[in-house]
Nanobody, 115 residues
Framework: QVQLVESGGGLVQAGGSLRLSCAASGIRFSSTTMSWYRQAPGKQRELVATIIGGGSTDYADSVKGRFTISRDNAKNTVYLQMNSLKPEDTAVYYC?????????WGQGTQVTVSS
């Protein structure tokens, strides 16, 4: 059974930083490409960052240069370091695969950036 548990969100001022974590279980984590998504109120869920098993990464233009995705295969965990946060980064953040997403999404972690 796939389980994804996100954590690390919170309230931060613009320009601040947060580090999100996503612990995965029930999957072959080291060979699974993982992504972070976010969903702001009234908006569709959007893909933010992706990391393949070998470590190559890709980012949405809106976060490039500010966010860094990484993974620890020994801990079955993927991270999202978010720097220079902006109010428009406010959203619930989720992790999952970038394609053929697991149907069991986690509860997400709320990130709120105040101006």
């Amino acid at each position: 059974q796939v389980q994804l548990v996100e954590s690390g969100g919170g309230l931060v001022q613009a320009g601040g930083s947060l580090r999100l974590s996503c612990a995965a279980s029930g999957i072959r984590f080291s060979s699974t490409t993982m992504s972070w998504y976010r969903q702001a109120p009234g908006k569709q869920r959007e893909l933010v960052a992706t990391i393949i098993g070998g470590g190559s990464t890709d980012y949405a233009d809106s976060v490039k240069g500010r966010f860094t995705i990484s993974r620890d295969n020994a801990k079955n965990t993927v991270y999202l370091q978010m720097n220079s946060l902006k109010p428009e980064d406010t959203a619930v953040y989720y992790c999952n695969r970038p394609f053929r997403a697991f149907p069991s999404w986690g509860q997400g972690t709320q990130v709120t950036v105040s101006s």
